[in-house]
Structures are given as C-alpha cells and as structure tokens.
C-alpha cells in the first residue's frame, strides 16, 4: 500500500514541480529523490511497516512475492532515471511531465503486483498502460513516433476490451472477480462454456502484454517508434510487470487440465512460437534497436516458463529474470542512446574510440545471451529447471536452448562490430558519471551471475 499510495502522490508532485522548476537537471534530481523515497517505503513494507492501512476489501493482498517485485520494478526504473535521465530530458520540453507518467506507470505496476480480484487487475493495467502510450508519442516531431503511439494505443485498447470480455464471462461463470475463486481447483476442474471461454480471453489479452507470438506483431514497430529512453523503460520494467500479472493470474490454474483445454499445451504452443519467430526475426535485423525490440519477445519466451511450470522455482526464477534482464536491457539501451548510428555498423570500432562503453555493452549482451557469470545466465537456467521440475515436457528446455543458441549469434554481432571490426564507433559527448553508472551497472550484473541468493532470498527473510 505504501508503493501505491506514494507513487501516485509523487507523480502528483512531478506534474506541479514542472511549473515552478525550469532546469531539467533539476527536475531529474527529484525524480531520482522520489523513486529513492518510494523504494525505501516499498522495502519498509516488507518488513511490517505500513504507513497508511486501508481496507481495500481482499482485493489487494500485500505478500512477499508482489512485495519483492514492486522493489525490484522501482529500483530498475531508479538505475533507469540515473542513467537515461539526459535522454529523457531531451526528447522534448515537457521533462515534468514525462516524469510525472512514469510515476504513474509505476502506480499501475504497484497495483497488479499485489491485485486478488479481476477488476484490480483491469485497473492497474490501465493505470500502466495510458501513460505508456503518451510516452510513445512524445517526440512530437517524429512521424514514426506518432505512428508508434497510434499503433500502441489501437492494439492496447483492443487487447483490454478482450481482458473485459474474458472478466465479464468469468463473472458469470463463478459470481466473484476473485482469482481465488477462479483458481480453486474444483472451479478449475470445472468445464462451464463460461469460465474456460473467459479465461481463453483472458490469456489472449495477457499474451497482448507481454508481445508473445503470435500476439507480438505490435511490438518492433512500437519499440522502434518509441523514443529509444521510452522503449528501454517500456521493454524492461513494464514487461516484466506484465508477467507478473500473468503468474498471479494462472497460479493454480496451470496445475489443472480441463476436459475443454489443456492450459499447459496451450502454453507450449505460446512459448514455443514466441521463441521461434522472435529469435529467428532478429536475425535478420540491421538495426540494433529493433534487435532489441525482436530479442524482447525472444525473452518473454524465457519467462513464460514460469507461467508454465507454475512451481515455486518459477516464481524464484521470474523475479530473478525481472531483475536480470531489466538492469541488462536498460544498460543496453543506454549505451545504445549515445550512438550516432543505431545499426550494427555504428559500433564499429566502439573499443577503441570507447573501451568504458564497449565492456558495459559487452556484458550487458552477454547477460541477455545467458553466458555464465552474469545474472542472465542464472536467470534462464532458473526458468529451465522450473520446467524439468515438473517431471514433464523435457523437450521443451532442449528447445529453449537451441534457441537460446541461436540469441547468441545476434547478440555476438554487436560484440564483433565493436571488437573486430574497423570504424569510428561515433558517439556523443560522454559524461564521466555515465561512465560511472554504466560500471557500477556492471558489477552489480557480474555480482548477481555469481550470487543469485542475494536477490532469491528477499522472497523468505
């Protein structure tokens, strides 16, 4: 409650600041001030310390699990502010306002980590979800940011208007918005047209969210509009607040095979297709940020393991790959604003005209890759044993790693340009605390590929 409550009024506090702070710099301090503030009220949560107790009627339950997430999501989006803040200040002249938004995503975020009822769940994705369409369209000037935006908000409100179907129907089915009813394995056991149709609609729409195949064909060209500060805050802390909302949702639900539908087929079909086409796709890209855009799903492949093993391994394993490929991408991304040229011939040479840049950049892609001693490494191989604990669908993990194979190849590529290949590796002026930040970014990737407990064991102490 404390995350909810003090994000909202942050953003409040953002908005008004615009009007009487001109100096962008200024305005970033505060944002890094409030995002500090909330994390800190988030982690005293944890421990007992609420500052407002509300009743809010079993519809929000504040556990350890959603608890640990919110900290997690804060904390990123505070690594994100530090390193990109110049970036954000730059797209246009409304600093306090695209500050203002993120807060408010952060509201949405808060909310859908904690939610026991559907209609929580609608709430708080909405309250995440129309920020990030402004945001998509902030750089005014830019056609393809305008499109990126249209785009964003027409697949949006179509996937919600699936959500409220599939909400409607379940309220038919079981009388309560409660996902502890839905989840009660008689319900679940239950083959009511009403109930397993609305949850089909359900899945659908949060397969919208987090871009899994074959729902993903929104999402390069609303990464590739996007401002590229945006895109790595939407790609990372938002994504990854999406799969949250997935896992609470299919908890139980993953355990039980209907006579209608089998839940767990249905999600092999998911993750094997979101690999394939997001792997495979990125390829073929010239572009490093639609790379990104296309790895993205590639990964949201990785993490819909967890709503498919359902095990307490996935749950470990989903807030670990949260962390991991939040702090890797945004370390990516920022790197990647500094860039005069996003495509893989821009970092030709990058070692040499920036070695500082060129081993942050370095690690950051091995992460993505699963390469052993970073975090991501850790964070596929937890997704993988969630799925061979399950004592099941064994050939789905030799897949998972053939395609895991096949991510190194594109991620390799931008290694190679910087390391291998002969050129001016052109970019901005470079601040020394970025350098810095980037270092920092670093150890803590290459301290979590070594000690993953130091995350994992906030979930129990």
Same mark, same amino acid.
């Given at each position: 409650?404390?995350?909810?409550?003090?994000?909202?009024?942050?953003?409040?506090?953002?908005?008004?600041?615009?009007?009487?702070?001109?100096?962008?710099?200024?305005?970033?301090?505060?944002?890094?001030?409030?995002?500090?503030?909330?994390?800190?009220?988030?982690?005293?949560?944890?421990?007992?310390?609420?500052?407002?107790?509300?009743?809010?009627?079993?519809?929000?339950?504040?556990?350890?699990?959603?608890?640990?997430?919110?900290?997690?999501?804060?904390?990123?989006?505070?690594?994100?502010?530090?390193?990109?803040?110049?970036?954000?200040?730059?797209?246009?002249?409304?600093?306090?306002?695209?500050?203002?938004?993120?807060?408010f995503v952060l509201t949405g975020?808060?909310?859908?980590?904690?939610?026991?009822?559907?209609?929580?769940?609608?709430?708080?994705?909405?309250?995440?979800?129309?920020?990030?369409?402004?945001?998509?369209?902030?750089?005014?000037?830019?056609?393809?940011?305008?499109?990126?935006?249209?785009?964003?908000?027409?697949?949006?409100?179509?996937?919600?208007?699936?959500?409220?179907?599939?909400?409607?129907?379940?309220?038919?089915?079981?009388?309560?918005?409660?996902?502890?009813?839905?989840?009660?394995?008689?319900?679940?056991?239950?083959?009511?047209?009403?109930?397993?149709?609305?949850?089909?609609?359900?899945?659908?729409?949060?397969?919208?969210?987090?871009?899994?195949?074959?729902?993903?064909?929104?999402?390069?060209?609303?990464?590739?509009?996007?401002?590229?500060?945006?895109?790595?805050?939407?790609?990372?802390?938002?994504?990854?607040?999406?799969?949250?909302?997935?896992?609470?949702?299919?908890?139980?639900?993953?355990?039980?095979?209907?006579?209608?539908?089998?839940?767990? =087929? *249905?999600?092999?079909?998911?993750?094997?297709?979101?690999? /394939?086409?997001?792997? $495979?796709? @990125? #390829?073929?890209?010239?572009? %490093?940020?639609?790379?990104?855009?296309?790895?993205?799903?590639?990964?949201?492949?990785?993490?819909?393991?967890?709503?498919?093993?359902?095990?307490?391994?996935?749950?470990?394993?989903?807030?670990?790959?949260?962390?991991?490929?939040?702090?890797?991408?945004?370390?990516?991304?920022?790197?990647?604003?500094?860039?005069?040229?996003?495509?893989?011939?821009?970092?030709?040479?990058?070692?040499?005209?920036?070695?500082?840049?060129?081993?942050?950049?370095?690690?950051?892609?091995?992460?993505?890759?699963?390469?052993?001693?970073?975090?991501?490494?850790?964070?596929?191989?937890? =997704? *993988?044993?969630?799925?061979?604990?399950?004592?099941?669908? /064994?050939?789905?993990? $030799?897949? @998972? #790693?053939?395609?895991?194979? %096949?991510?190194?190849?594109?991620?390799?590529?931008?290694?190679?340009?910087?390391?291998f290949k002969t050129g001016e590796?052109?970019?901005?002026?470079?601040?020394?605390?970025?350098?810095?930040?980037?270092?920092?970014?670093?150890?803590?990737?290459?301290?979590?590929?070594?000690?993953?407990?130091?995350?994992?064991?906030?979930?129990?102490?």
């Amino acid at each position: 409650m404390n995350a909810i409550i003090l994000s909202a009024i942050l953003g409040v506090i953002m908005m008004f600041s615009g009007i009487w702070v001109n100096n962008k710099a200024t305005l970033r301090w505060i944002a890094l001030a409030g995002l500090l503030v909330l994390l800190i009220s988030n982690i005293a949560e944890m421990y007992g310390y609420r500052i407002w107790n509300v009743n809010v009627h079993n519809m929000l339950y504040f556990d350890r699990f959603g608890l640990l997430f919110n900290s997690v999501a804060i904390g990123s989006t505070f690594i994100f502010v530090a390193l990109s803040g110049s970036d954000i200040n730059r797209v246009g002249k409304y600093a306090a306002e695209y500050y203002t938004l993120i807060f408010f995503v952060l509201t949405g975020i808060t909310i859908i980590s904690v939610y026991t009822s559907l209609l929580m769940l609608f709430l708080g994705i909405e309250i995440m979800s129309i920020p990030l369409y402004i945001l998509t369209g902030s750089d005014k000037r830019n056609l393809k940011s305008n499109e990126a935006s249209l785009k964003y908000f027409l697949m949006g409100a179509f996937s919600t208007g699936l959500m409220l179907m599939g909400i409607t129907l379940i309220y038919g089915a079981t009388g309560s918005f409660s996902i502890e009813v839905l989840n009660n394995p008689a319900i679940a056991q239950g083959v009511s047209f009403l109930e397993i149709t609305g949850m089909l609609f359900l899945l659908v729409s949060m397969a919208f969210k987090v871009s899994a195949a074959p729902f993903h064909f929104w999402t390069p060209d609303v990464y590739d509009g996007a401002p590229g500060v945006f895109t790595s805050f939407m790609a990372t802390v938002v994504k990854a607040a999406a799969f949250i909302a997935f896992v609470k949702l299919f908890d139980a639900r993953m355990s039980y095979s209907s006579a209608v539908v089998d839940w767990k =087929m *249905l999600l092999c079909i998911l993750i094997i297709a979101t690999l /394939l086409i997001g792997n $495979i796709t @990125a #390829v073929f890209q010239q572009s %490093v940020k639609r790379m990104l855009a296309y790895s993205s799903i590639a990964q949201a492949g990785f993490m819909l393991f967890a709503v498919f093993s359902m095990n307490e391994m996935a749950k470990e394993g989903i807030i670990f790959y949260a962390v991991s490929y939040s702090l890797a991408t945004i370390g990516v991304f920022a790197v990647l604003l500094k860039m005069k040229d996003f495509t893989f011939e821009g970092y030709n040479g990058l070692a040499k005209s920036q070695p500082v840049l060129a081993f942050a950049n370095t690690v950051f892609l091995l992460s993505l890759a699963g390469i052993p001693l970073t975090a991501g490494f850790f964070a596929k191989y937890f =997704m *993988l044993a969630s799925v061979i604990q399950t004592g099941h669908y /064994l050939w789905m993990v $030799i897949v @998972a #790693v053939l395609f895991a194979a %096949v991510s190194v190849y594109y991620y390799f590529r931008v290694i190679q340009a910087m390391y291998f290949k002969t050129g001016e590796g052109e970019t901005e002026n470079i601040h020394p605390g970025f350098k810095t930040g980037l270092i920092i970014l670093t150890v803590i990737i290459i301290l979590l590929g070594v000690a993953p407990n130091l995350i994992i064991n906030f979930l129990y102490f």
